[in-house]
């Protein structure tokens, strides 16, 4: 009898590690439009002028908006383009086709580190993309969330109008 029950001991634990491993490739794979996990940013956010940015010819134009206090990496196709903190926004330029996009929460706590956003979306060459990156902090028994959502060209332009420009660089 103890030696069944070892038995089944064993093969539960090792289809345990099987299945967290498969689960962990999985995570992995969905966060491949993140940067690495090992990069941090140092994030300033300055005043901002309007500058009335258009698309480059033959691009497109992506904001990435910030609401709320935390800091977040920003990542397009597995490479971070930057961060954003407090009510900041960030730019950048983007071939036509498509795109996987990434937020990560940047803490100095490891729980934090793990909540991503993530968004595909396939971008036409002389549009404007606006998406917002939101934060909820709950309670100390229930989980703080990220999420990441486009926003229509009105209220994205209102948004980069009454927030700073975040400039980030690499922690080193």
């Not at 940013?41 to 309007?50: C, G, H, L, Q, T």
């Not at 036409?124 to 934060?135: S, T």
Request: hydrophobic share 40%.
């Amino acid at each position: 009898m103890k030696t069944i029950l070892a038995v089944i001991f064993l093969s539960c634990a090792a289809f345990t590690q099987v299945a967290f491993a498969q689960n962990e490739a999985a995570i992995a794979q969905a966060k491949s439009a993140c940067g690495p996990g090992q990069i941090h940013f140092n994030v300033e956010a300055i005043n901002f002028s309007d500058s009335g940015d258009q698309p480059a010819t033959g691009k497109a134009l992506v904001y990435v908006i910030a609401e709320g206090r935390i800091t977040s990496r920003i990542g397009l196709n597995g490479a971070w383009v930057g961060a954003i903190e407090g009510s900041s926004h960030l730019s950048f330029s983007i071939d036509p086709g498509e795109h996987h996009l990434c937020a990560s929460w940047q803490s100095i706590f490891l729980k934090q580190n793990k909540l991503v956003a993530l968004y595909s979306f396939t971008a036409e060459a002389g549009k404007i993309y606006y998406f917002r990156v939101r934060a909820t902090i709950q309670g100390e028994n229930a989980p703080s969330l990220q999420d990441m959502e486009p926003v229509n060209s009105d209220q994205g332009r209102y948004m980069v109008l009454n927030s700073r420009i975040s400039e980030s660089h690499v922690k080193k």
